[in-house]
């Protein structure tokens, strides 16, 4: 099975696709590709001048400046990927009417420009902390592990969007919605730690999201991140976020290709 | 599946559900659920189809507009699957069932070769190499770094035309989008399609041009709303499909007869009737109504003239259109013949009017246009426009709308070398 998903025709058109989308997402704009790096720092900025200098939410975790904006970074990669796939099937419903491709294929796509720009991000990323002198414990080596979760979770919940949206376009509305919420039950902008109901620090913990961006900045930017881990002491609690994360995609996937059938008659 | 079947189709159907209002929001699938209605209705595209075909065969797929055949195609590619049975497809397939699918306006046209290309299964390597052939062919060199929104229609069709024609595949699917164009543009398709021919491509050809058809195609297959009625040689599928379509024509003029009721001395234009050409139909030799003829037949052709007024020695002509080209023909009347007394008729009379056409047309549907006028020609009695309509096929030349009566003759009237100047 995986020889046919890996076959020559489905890379090739894998890598031309995300070539196009990737062409096309600057298309007409003055500084082009450099968005991808301007965006994030712009956006990095305002929140930075907000909530480490006004609000001074983050203090007593150190470096909590590159601490945000990894936070950020990461959560704009699962927001942007979502909300690209969400609407890639019925975008490219001109291929998907008139010629056979695995639709999967378009998903993939748009999730691998996502994947482009997360790692352009990660460049401005390993800048600050080059400029705040942070060195990451030798844990880092597993931290494409923990972006391999988040992509996996992005894709699970990007293979049933786009499949639902096929059919019902208020999903996007209900998705904004839902990932507008998902920022703030995350703990991007503040530190877990400030949350002192414990049941509650539990409870967001499950979260995916959360659990994976507590894990990124633990091994990359500073020990004193509070994780999965030390907050069940080791338990079996800490291995729901995974359990979700399997779930998610698993479904995603068997609603994508119980649905995939009627994309050509639908869209 | 045996060896030399590129595509086995068994007992396929197609429902298609078609919303009453289209139900693309989560709220009336809620209402729709609770008031029990289905909230739409089910169109039965294809009904139980079967057929194979076989490997390097150029398959014709014919039907009229709505008649499912489309859908049967979009089926064979993959992009509709079926309620039941099943299709088998031995080999690799391409669909065209558009040029320049995957298009983008945004891109450049070399972005938009690279793309199409890889929809097509080429790698960037080959289509690297295959870059400048195919921009060639396109002659649209000078555009390639412009985006494609600023081409013209003609130079996208051109150019996508040139992509798809580098596919190489062992089954082809072509609908009738390809036999559109001009003339220019069609000749290439046409030059295409015999290259095919000459390899072991299997083509699966849709449209509803008989010539192409019978120019290209072997076997085929007849659709005619969801059901396969017909399938066989391409001249036996033709001829039915030819059926079809009169009972359909005279069911239409024999609606309009109704509807135009009572005979009426004066007409629409308000001038006073002579005479009204009423119920054309042609004839075989051994005087059987027939529509289909076979190249060379004798075509005679009988109409009815209800006289209204006394008249005297009319002109009596026809004027036979051939459909694909809207032009006339042929014509030719009782005067250019030097038939003078052609008789006197009282009003009241109803005359029936025979005429025998001459052997010259080659394939094609032809409509007949039969007048009658005065004895000077200064006025029209009636003339009756796509009064009846017949198909010709079988004839050995499909490559004009005539055949010329002499055999062409060939003198090689020079000879020599072309290096040496003459």
């Known amino acids: ?267 | 599946m045996e060896d030399d079947i590129a595509i086995s189709v068994k007992n396929v159907s197609k429902t298609f559900k078609l919303p009453h209002e289209k139900n693309t929001s989560i709220k009336s699938a809620f209402v729709n659920f609770y008031k029990r209605d289905k909230g739409y209705e089910e169109q039965e595209a294809l009904k139980d189809i079967s057929f194979d075909i076989k490997k390097g065969e150029f398959f014709g797929v014919v039907g009229r507009n709505g008649s499912g055949k489309s859908t049967l195609l979009k089926i064979l590619a993959g992009i509709y699957s079926p309620n039941t049975g099943s299709v088998q497809v031995n080999g690799k397939l391409i669909p065209f069932i558009e040029l320049g699918v995957g298009f983008s306006p945004e891109l450049s046209g070399r972005d938009n070769v690279f793309l199409n290309g890889s929809l097509l299964g080429f790698s960037r390597k080959e289509m690297k190499e295959m870059y400048d052939d195919i921009v060639k062919f396109a002659e649209i060199e000078r555009f390639m770094d412009q985006k494609l929104k600023n081409y013209s229609s003609g130079m996208q069709v051109r150019l996508a035309f040139s992509i798809a024609i580098r596919a190489k595949s062992e089954i082809l699917l072509i609908d009738e989008v390809l036999a559109v164009g001009d003339a220019a543009f069609q000749t290439k398709c046409f030059d295409y399609f015999y290259e095919l021919k000459k390899t072991d491509t299997t083509v699966i050809f849709v449209s509803h041009d008989r010539g192409s058809l019978e120019r290209f195609c072997e076997r085929g297959i007849l659709i005619e709303e969801g059901k396969m009625i017909e399938s066989g040689t391409i001249q036996e599928v033709l001829r039915s499909y030819s059926d079809i379509v009169f009972k359909e024509l005279d069911q239409a003029s024999e609606a309009q007869t109704e509807a135009e009721g009572e005979a009426r001395p004066i007409n629409k234009q308000g001038k006073v009737e002579y005479a009204h050409i009423d119920k054309v139909s042609t004839y075989d030799e051994k005087g059987n109504l027939k529509k289909n003829f076979q190249f060379g037949e004798k075509i005679s052709l009988e109409f009815t003239v209800n006289i209204k007024r006394k008249i005297e020695n009319p002109i009596i002509g026809v004027t036979v259109w051939c459909k694909n080209v809207d032009k006339a023909v042929y014509a030719n009347n009782t005067l250019i013949d030097g038939i003078k007394d052609t008789g006197v008729f009282l009003a009241g009379e109803k005359i029936i009017l025979k005429l025998s056409l001459p052997k010259l047309l080659n394939d094609g549907e032809y409509y007949i246009e039969p007048a009658i006028a005065n004895e000077s020609a200064s006025t029209f009695y009636d003339q009756k426009i796509k009064a009846a309509t017949f198909f010709i096929s079988g004839s050995s030349n499909p490559h004009s709308i005539i055949s010329g009566t002499d055999k062409l003759k060939l003198e090689v009237l020079k000879k020599g070398d072309a290096t040496k100047q003459s």
């Open chain 1, 1 to 267: 099975m995986f020889k046919r998903i890996l076959s020559k025709q489905n890379r090739v058109l894998l890598s031309e696709l995300v070539r196009t989308d990737f062409k096309l997402r600057y298309q007409d704009s003055v500084l082009g590709y450099a968005w991808s790096l301007l965006r994030p720092l712009l956006i990095f900025i305002i929140l930075y001048i907000v909530f480490v200098k006004f609000l001074k939410v983050g203090a007593g975790t150190p470096h909590y400046a590159q601490y945000l904006l990894f936070g950020i970074v990461i959560w704009n990669f699962f927001l942007e990927m979502t909300l690209q796939s969400l609407g890639s099937i019925v975008g490219r419903g001109d291929l998907i009417r008139k010629i056979r491709i695995p639709r999967w294929i378009i998903v993939l796509s748009s999730s691998f420009s996502a994947v482009i720009n997360f790692l352009l991000n990660l460049v401005i990323i390993a800048i600050f902390m080059a400029i705040g002198h942070i060195v990451p414990s030798h844990l880092v080596i597993l931290l494409p592990l923990i972006f391999l979760e988040v992509y996996l979770f992005a894709l699970g919940i990007s293979f049933f969007l786009s499949a639902a949206f096929v059919k019902y376009r208020d999903i996007s509305y209900i998705w904004e919605v839902i990932i507008q919420a998902g920022f703030y039950i995350t703990p991007i902008l503040y530190p877990l730690s400030r949350i002192t109901n414990v049941t509650f620090q539990k409870l967001l913990i499950l979260n995916p999201m959360a659990q994976a961006l507590q894990d990124a900045r633990y091994v990359l930017i500073t020990k004193k991140t509070l994780i999965s881990n030390h907050i069940f002491n080791g338990g079996w609690h800490q291995f729901i976020p995974y359990s979700i994360v399997a779930l998610v995609l698993i479904i995603g996937i068997s609603y994508f290709r119980k649905q995939s059938k009627y994309f050509g008659e639908n869209i």
